[in-house]
């Protein structure tokens, strides 16, 4: 594996029954990047995003995530090949976080809430030493609770902390997503769509602090998004799928001129029309 790369997928194939949402799809994502993976409706994209994060087990190809200073890469095509709900569960302790296009948060749940059932994963460990000493039961409760405010602060949703999650105004429940998927600690953090429905000025704000998670926390962004504007303007690298295939990759001036995302691009809907 390339030490400069986060992640790389390779050759993956994703069939359902006669449908092939992705056919041979290979990319890198470097380490520190905030790379995007584009294409028009039904390219392919969530299907590459439900593989990375275990939702789905890949029909084949490979998915290989860097260990953690200089530790031996973990290849996650391996941790995916076990049944469904366990992937996605092992690839959030390999370090792999995402949002959703359509968001899921526990809506009757507090946002605060929310954040602390994210991190069960820690809080699952701690459950033995809940039984064996309570104090340090109670100081990893204290870290979680920190956990939580921390990334909320860094969100700007500290005021709404006691609020129920479904309350929220739209645009403040796709930051609470981005807040809940960090706070499980990931090196690499997916985001589906996280533009989509928000008016021109939250998308200003949320390029704004994608930019931030990468500079200021060190996280790698791969980023799926129909907002060639937020897109372009935040991306050093960009992957164009098209019919579930790789057409394109480069930074954003190469795939502007790409004839063949051009030509992807024009043969879309109207409203993707003049995206490339
Ligand atoms: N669970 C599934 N079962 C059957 N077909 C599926 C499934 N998931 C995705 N597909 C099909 O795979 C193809 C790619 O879908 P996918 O959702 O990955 O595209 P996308 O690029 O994310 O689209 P959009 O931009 O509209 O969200 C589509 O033809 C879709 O209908």
């Known amino acids: 594996m390339d030490p400069r790369n986060l992640l790389e997928v390779r050759n993956l194939t994703m069939r359902f029954g006669g449908i092939v949402a992705n056919n041979d799809v290979s990319f890198d994502v470097a380490q520190g990047s905030i790379t995007a993976l584009i294409g028009p409706n039904g390219a392919g994209k969530t299907t590459v995003f439900n593989c990375l ?51 899921r948060l526990f809506r009757e749940m507090s946002v605060v809430e929310n954040l602390l059932v994210a991190q069960h ?22 870290d979680g609770i920190e956990r939580a ?65 990468r500079n200021e926390h060190r996280v790698t962004v791969l980023l799926i998004e129909h907002d060639m504007s937020l897109v372009m303007g935040i991306s050093e690298h960009i992957v164009v799928l098209d019919h579930g295939e790789v057409i394109a990759a480069g930074d954003p001036q190469e795939v502007k001129n790409s004839p063949a995302v051009i030509t992807a691009y024009l043969g879309a ?7 490339a």
């Open 121 to 142: 994963n820690h809080l699952d460990r701690n459950l033995l030493s809940g039984a064996l000493g309570l104090r340090r039961y109670r100081q990893a409760e204290r």
């Open 269 to 275: 809907d109207d409203d993707e029309e003049g995206a």
């Open 53 to 103: 994060t275990g939702f789905y087990r890949a029909s084949e190809g490979t998915i290989h995530l860097a260990g953690d200073q200089g530790c031996a890469p973990l290849e996650v095509g391996g941790l995916l090949s076990k049944p469904l709900i366990g992937g996605s569960y092992l690839v959030a302790r390999a370090g792999i976080a995402r949002t959703f296009q359509n968001i």
């Open 149 to 213: 405010f921390h990334w909320l602060r860094v969100m700007d949703l500290e005021e709404d902390a006691n609020r129920l999650a479904g309350e929220l105004p739209y645009g403040r429940q796709r930051r609470l997503e981005i807040a809940r998927a960090m706070c499980t600690g990931p090196r690499l953090v997916c985001l589906d769509e996280p533009a989509a429905g928000l008016n021109p000025r939250e998308k200003a704000d949320l390029a704004e602090r994608i930019q931030h998670l």
